[in-house]
C-alpha cells in the first residue's frame, strides 16, 4: 500500500467517523512486513528494543564472568539473557504502542468468498450441515459474526435445488 492510498483511507476513515484530524492521524505510516505501521512507534521500538537487548546482555555477562568459571558458557547465557531482554522489549512495546487501525465493514460486504467455499466443501463431498441441527450458542457465534444469513441462504438455496 502506498503513501497515498494509506492517506487516502485515513482521510476516508475520518469523514466516515465524523472525527476531527488530529496530530496522531497525520502522522507518517510506513509499511514493515505488510504491515502498516507508525514511523516514529517503530523508530522508538527499535530503541527500547535494543536498550532491553545489550542492557540485558552487558548486565548478564558482567555477573556470569564472576559466577561461571567457563567464560565460552557465560557469554552463551549471556546471549540468552538478552534474548529475554528482547522477549521483555516486545512486551513494554505492546503496551505503550496500541493499535492505531480503525477497520471498517460495510454491512453489504460480499459474501462471495461464502459461496467458493461451499462449492469446494462439495466437490470433496463434505456436507455443512443443518441449520436447525446446531446448538444455540453456535446459531448466536454465527449470528455475531454475520454468517447466519449466508448459512439460511445456502440452506433455502439448497432445499429450493432438491424441490427442482
Request: proline share 1%; with cysteine; net charge negative.
Amino acid at each position: 500500500m502506498d503513501h497515498a492510498t494509506q492517506q487516502q483511507n485515513i482521510a476516508h476513515a475520518q469523514q466516515t467517523s465524523g472525527q476531527q484530524a488530529t496530530a496522531e492521524n497525520n502522522e507518517e505510516l510506513v509499511e514493515v512486513w505488510g504491515d502498516t505501521v507508525s514511523l516514529s512507534a517503530l523508530i522508538k521500538s527499535i530503541l527500547i528494543g535494543a536498550i532491553f537487548s545489550v542492557s540485558f546482555f552487558y548486565a548478564s555477562q558482567l555477573v556470569l564472568t564472576k559466577i561461571v568459571e567457563n567464560q565460552t558458557l557465560a557469554h552463551a547465557y549471556s546471549m540468552l539473557c538478552g534474548l529475554v531482554g528482547c522477549l521483555i522489549a516486545g512486551f513494554v512495546c505492546s503496551i505503550l504502542f496500541k493499535p492505531k487501525r480503525e477497520i471498517l465493514e460495510s454491512e453489504n460486504q460480499s459474501m462471495e468468498w461464502f459461496d467458493l467455499l461451499i462449492e469446494q466443501w462439495e466437490k470433496e463431498g463434505k456436507s455443512i450441515g443443518e441449520l436447525d441441527e446446531l446448538p444455540e450458542k453456535i446459531v448466536q457465534e454465527l449470528k455475531e459474526l454475520n454468517l447466519y444469513d449466508a448459512f439460511l441462504a445456502h440452506a433455502q438455496k439448497h432445499q429450493h435445488d432438491e424441490a427442482k
